[in-house]
């Protein structure tokens, strides 16, 4: 069995994240709890790579389709006979036009539980409704009741992966293998040795 501090996640800066100059809060947050930057590089994406990135999930347009559609009559929109994929392929729009709209931070973070950590820290997709303490709901003030509004997509800083299996996913479509980089951390001597060996001179 291949050790937890060898596992892998995938987050992505938005563009709103960048021009909030919030980048080096967001890495010191992920630093502090103990993980390690292994790639990193900014670029503006092409809308089909935003594309790609949504749909890496086959189900990924009914289950969001689905979803929003559900929210739409929460809010009293008459949802009736409103198809999912055809919801969805608007959703999609939405988040091509906002995640190509400046450049984007691409990373891969490793560490023991790097994938729930880093969920953790980043907090629930709606700001409004994310804890205190996390990156969204400290730094965000957005709602989905103000995206409907607005016809766009949910301004929420960050993305970060919801599994090992997407995190291995993601990570494959936004690098190339020798764009990660194999290190030693100095660190790790303190995070994951068994018995603290080496401290004491």
């Keep these: 069995m291949t050790h937890h501090k060898y596992e892998q996640t995938f987050t992505l800066i938005k563009p709103d994240g960048i021009q909030r100059s919030l980048i080096g809060e967001m890495i010191g947050r992920f630093e502090k709890v103990g993980l390690k930057l292994v790639a990193m ?79 953790k820290l980043v907090g629930g997709t709606e700001p409004l409704t994310s804890d205190v303490g996390t990156i969204r709901g400290d730094f965000v003030m957005d709602s989905y009741e103000m995206t409907e509004v607005d016809k766009r997509s949910i301004r929420n800083l960050i993305h970060a992966s919801g599994s090992v299996k997407e995190a291995h996913d993601e990570i494959n479509l936004w690098f190339k293998p020798e764009e990660i980089i194999k290190y030693r951390l100095a660190q790790e001597e303190i995070l994951y040795d068994v018995n603290l060996d080496g401290i004491l001179e």
């Design 41 to 119: 590089k900014m670029f503006v994406p092409t809308k089909d790579l935003i594309k790609k990135h949504y749909t890496i999930d086959p189900d990924w347009f009914m289950i969001t389709g689905t979803k929003s559609i559900k929210g739409r009559a929460a809010s009293g929109e008459d949802v009736t006979g409103l198809d999912p994929i055809k919801v969805c392929e608007e959703v999609l729009e939405r988040l091509q036009t906002y995640l190509s709209a400046g450049p984007v931070i691409s990373m891969v973070w490793q560490g023991a539980h790097a994938v729930r950590l880093v969920r």
